[in-house]
C-alpha cells in the first residue's frame, strides 16, 4: 500500500476505513528506511498517517501465545513478530490482510480470515 501499487492500493481502499495496523508493523515500516543516523522517524510514521496502529498489550501477546501453541502442536511455528500482528488483527475480529506467504498456514486460516494480496488467485 505504502509502495502505491496500484491493484494493492485499490484492495484495501475497498475495504474501507479504519485501516488498522498493529504498532509492531509501523516499527517494520520505519525500520526499513532509518540508517543514516538522522532519519525522523516521526515523518516517516506521518506518511502513512491515515493507517491507526493497535498497541501491543498483554491480551494480544497471550493469544499470540495461544496461536503458537496450536502451530506447534499441528508441527509449524511461527516467527515472533508474524503470531503478534496476527493477534492483533485476531483482536478486532478483522480481515488480515498480508503481503506474505508466511500468513498461508492452515491453523491461521482456521481462526481468522487470511487474505494474501500477493496471490494471483485472490
Do not use: K, W
Request: net charge negative.
Amino acid at each position: 500500500m505504502l509502495e502505491g501499487v496500484p491493484d494493492v492500493v485499490e484492495f484495501v481502499e475497498d475495504r474501507g476505513q479504519p485501516y488498522l495496523t498493529s504498532s509492531l508493523c509501523v516499527f517494520e515500516v520505519i525500520d526499513g528506511v532509518v540508517g543514516s543516523g538522522s532519519t525522523d522517524v516521526v515523518t516517516v510514521r506521518q506518511e502513512f498517517g491515515g493507517v491507526r496502529a493497535l498497541d501491543l498489550n498483554e491480551r494480544i501477546a497471550l493469544e499470540a501465545g495461544r496461536i503458537q501453541d496450536q502451530l506447534m502442536d499441528d508441527g509449524e511455528r511461527m516467527a515472533a513478530r508474524d503470531l503478534l500482528v496476527t493477534a492483533t488483527a485476531r483482536s478486532t475480529g478483522d480481515e488480515l490482510v498480508v503481503a506474505d506467504s508466511d500468513f498461508e498456514t492452515r491453523l491461521l486460516t482456521d481462526v481468522i480470515d487470511v487474505t494474501n494480496i500477493r496471490r494471483d488467485d485472490r
